[in-house]
């Protein structure tokens, strides 16, 4: 009888373990509709001094004419290669755009040449058709004060 209790007090837990692990899987899994977005990246000046503040504003665009089974993805912005943002983001609907303004900025160090690199789905959980425009590169030009 002991045997008995122990598998019915196991039963529930263990179901509800695997439907969890199962959901968890179903989420993670990637998506195969066929979707495109495309990614743009506006800053707010692309020569400064050091010291001011450039805004970047993030903007995803569906170009395709599918919806994406997942409802957000990841962006991120690289500044020289490091990661400075990453946020999530609304998948939007075929035609139309989601956008993000980070109202902070960063702020300019040292003179030289910074690479802002913006990207969507750098995970490839979404299969995107046209993953050229998945990326935006653009360079803010530092330079010192009189230059």
Excluded at 88 to 96: D, I, Q, T, Y
């Amino acid at each position: 009888m002991a045997t008995s209790d122990t598998l019915l007090r196991w039963r529930i837990p263990l179901t509800l373990l695997v439907c969890a692990i199962s959901i968890f899987a179903f989420l993670r899994r990637p998506d195969t509709t066929p979707v495109d977005f495309a990614v743009e990246l506006r800053l707010s000046s692309t020569s400064v001094s050091p010291g001011q503040v450039v805004v970047p504003e993030l903007e995803l665009r569906n170009a395709g004419t599918n919806a994406a089974r997942h409802r957000e993805t990841t962006i991120r912005l690289y500044i020289n290669g490091e990661r400075w943002l990453e946020e999530p983001l609304h998948l939007p609907e075929p035609g139309r755009t989601e956008t993000l303004t980070r109202g902070a900025g960063w702020s300019a160090p040292a003179p030289g040449s910074y690479e802002f690199r913006l990207v969507v789905d750098e995970a490839k959980r979404l299969h995107d058709t046209n993953r050229g425009n998945n990326s935006v590169t653009q360079t803010v030009t530092v330079t010192a004060p009189g230059q």
